[in-house]
């Protein structure tokens, strides 16, 4: 079976400009989790999905949005893009139990 | 609040012994988990411990006092691909929320 998977890769973005990161979870898994990490940091929750409802959300500004789609995937939303959102966004899915989080490889964002 | 302390950097010999320790204070708690991230890499399941006690699972056990708000990860015969960062997690009540500490990033010499 695929594991979690991101899309894209790596992505550069201006200040103001605004992206949209996906996340596919494992098949079967219905819980979507957010992470924002920045090098040498721990990753940052940003927000949890399950069942297509926001369960939780971490404390990001804002700007940053996401919603969960009927077969599962999400999507991530930054808007009016800062510096300081230059990270790794880590996606992660749990399965039923919730136990432990598997994680996507992450999309790797640079604003200039 | 949540607050999850955990040593920056520790240094350990090919062979031998490591204890990686975790402190937390969480306004829930519904488990610890430890993670394994390499350098450039998703972090990786490790270990999970919801009671008081000892986890074992090949060279790695992890160790939890939920009233001391203490977790251990301890690695044995330690090889050089253990040099990694290990991340220390608390999931919340109600279990919607999994909070990291910034890891420990430790190098294996030989």
């Known amino acids: 079976d695929a594991g979690v998977t991101q899309s894209p890769t790596h992505l550069i973005k201006t200040r103001g400009q605004h992206v949209t990161l996906r996340c596919s979870p494992i098949s079967g898994h219905k819980s979507v989790s957010w992470y924002q990490q920045v090098l040498g940091q721990g990753p940052q929750f940003i927000f949890q999905?399950?069942?297509?409802?926001?369960?939780g959300r971490g404390n990001f500004p804002d700007r940053f949005s996401a919603r969960q789609f009927p077969n599962y995937s999400s999507e991530l939303n930054v808007n009016a893009l800062l510096l300081g959102d230059s990270a790794l966004y880590l996606c992660?899915?749990?399965?039923?139990?919730?136990?432990?989080?598997?994680f996507g490889s992450g999309t790797q964002l640079s604003v200039l | 609040g949540q607050n999850i302390d955990q040593p920056t950097e520790m240094t350990a010999t090919e062979g031998a012994i490591v204890q990686i320790n975790c402190t937390y204070q969480?306004?829930?708690?519904?488990?610890l988990f430890w993670y394994q991230q390499h350098a450039g890499e998703a972090p990786t399941f490790l270990s999970y411990n919801v009671l008081d006690g000892l986890e074992e699972k090949g060279r790695f056990s992890s160790f939890l006092s939920r009233s001391k708000g203490y977790s251990y990860l301890l690695l044995k015969e330690l090889q050089m691909k253990d040099s990694a960062s290990y991340l220390c997690a608390v999931r919340d009540t109600g279990g919607f929320k999994t909070i990291f500490g910034a890891g420990t990033r430790l190098f294996v010499k030989a």
């Open positions: 992660a899915s749990s399965g039923t139990g919730g136990e432990k989080l598997f």
């Open positions: 999905y399950y069942e297509k409802e926001e369960r």
């Open positions: 969480t306004s829930g708690f519904n488990g």
